[in-house]
């Protein structure tokens, strides 16, 4: 776990994966923490990179300070742009749950040139209603989460998941009982003051929202109202499941993810895959810097060479999703140290980005000597010791 210094509150956050993957920023949903999310990372990891956190007073973030004043849509949303500025990503894949979906809805609404996708599950353009949340608000601040945690807790889940795994429940509350009081009865007013309604159609962003059939805080009725309002977004409803699916139902979530996040290649014209879906491939894989050296450079003779590769190789290879990209970086190495391209020192330093082990690298220039030849493998292992791969025997 990491910790950012926001507006001069300590905000804890989890960095996983490889630099070189596309960023997805998840948040969680009121009362819970970041570790909602724990059993969909494995599968989301292989091919993005992952950025959750807490929210204020929740897990390990610092508590909304006495004088901050009311907490906003507007302030939580920088708060995830904040991380994905820290995490080095222009545009990112988000995902939130409830209070987290809320966020989702600020970004489209403000800051849509900043978001790949946009998945919102369990949540609404508006939630229950002020009356409600200030009645909540005001028993948290008298009574403490801890002693209203075995109220709101079941709520969460689906009763047969409860009956199955108790523990659950027991853990939950637990959780919720460590969370500072004055910062949930906050979010818990700000969630009565938000009313996305008429603010969410025209972003161009791909939105997908999930809920739960179980769900009694935002019934799938709730998330109806909200797909209209996003310009009649994809909704999908899971029997059987109810608040925080990524928690009842992880797999079930996770495959809808990666569903949801990958290119749509169906929309794919005739001319192939848009120059600016490559160049965004490419920033990622490379980095910027190297993209931008690359353009700078360009004159009249390659310009339209450097368009044709960011077209075809970074829009229609990398881009595509039927291989992750630690697979293509050991294919695209292999191949280069085999023909001892001068490329193969730029894939050497990219497969370090793209999170390629030191066992895998080796792994693949000895396919290299068996299949290639061992003087272009013998080259490839100087080559990469020189730039910083291997460490010295004792």
């Known amino acids: 776990m990491a910790f950012l210094n926001i507006d001069g509150r300590s905000v804890a956050y989890r960095l996983l994966g490889a630099e070189a993957n596309p960023l997805v920023v998840l948040a969680h949903p009121l009362g819970m923490t970041q570790l909602v999310w724990d059993d969909v990372l494995a599968a989301l990891l292989p091919r993005y990179r992952v950025l ?30 904040a991380l994905a500025e820290q995490a080095g990503a222009a545009h990112f894949h988000f995902i939130g749950t409830s209070i987290g979906g809320v966020i989702g809805q600020q970004l489209l609404k403000a800051h849509a040139e900043r978001l790949l996708s946009a998945t919102l599950t369990n949540t609404g353009a508006v939630i229950g209603n002020a009356e409600l949340w200030a ?5 948290v601040r008298e009574e403490g989460l801890a002693a209203m945690a075995g109220e ?11 009956a199955r795994v108790p523990s659950l429940d027991r853990g939950w509350r637990v959780q919720m009982g460590r969370t500072d009081d004055e910062s949930y009865a906050l979010l818990c007013e700000m969630l009565g003051r938000s009313d996305f309604r008429g603010q969410l159609k025209g ?3 791909d939105v997908h929202l999930l809920g739960g059939s179980e769900d009694m805080a935002t019934p799938p009725e709730t998330l109806q109202i909200l797909a209209a309002e996003c310009d009649g977004a994809p909704l999908e409803v899971i029997e059987r499941i109810a608040h925080v699916p990524s928690v009842e139902a992880p797999e079930m979530v996770a495959k809808r993810l990666l569903k949801w996040m990958a290119p749509d ?20 894989v490379l980095g910027e810097a190297h993209v931008a050296r690359s353009t700078e450079n360009a004159n009249s003779l390659d310009a339209p060479f450097q368009q044709m590769i960011t077209r075809l190789a970074w829009g229609e290879l990398w881009g595509n999703e039927d291989l992750t990209r630690a697979e293509r970086s050991m294919i695209t190495t292999g191949i280069l140290a085999a023909l001892g391209r001068e490329e193969l020192e ?12 030191e066992a895998q690298l080796r792994q693949v220039l000895m396919h290299v000597a068996v299949y290639g030849g061992v003087p272009a493998a013998n080259h490839a292992f100087a080559l990469a010791k020189q730039l910083g791969w291997g460490e010295a025997r004792d």
């Open 346 to 357: 730029l894939h050497l330093k990219t497969a370090k980005r793209i999170g390629l082990s």
């Open 52 to 81: 959750t956190w807490d929210l204020p007073g929740h897990g390990a973030s610092e508590a909304w300070p006495a004088d901050g004043g009311e907490i906003t849509p507007e302030a939580l949303a920088a708060e995830a742009l």
């Open 203 to 205: 972003h161009g962003v």
């Open 265 to 284: 290649r169906s929309r794919v014209s005739e001319q192939g895959v848009a120059y600016a879906e490559g160049l965004e491939t490419r920033k990622q």
């Open 135 to 139: 009645t909540r608000a005001g028993r």
């Open 152 to 162: 709101i807790v079941p709520r969460w889940f689906a009763p047969d998941l409860v």
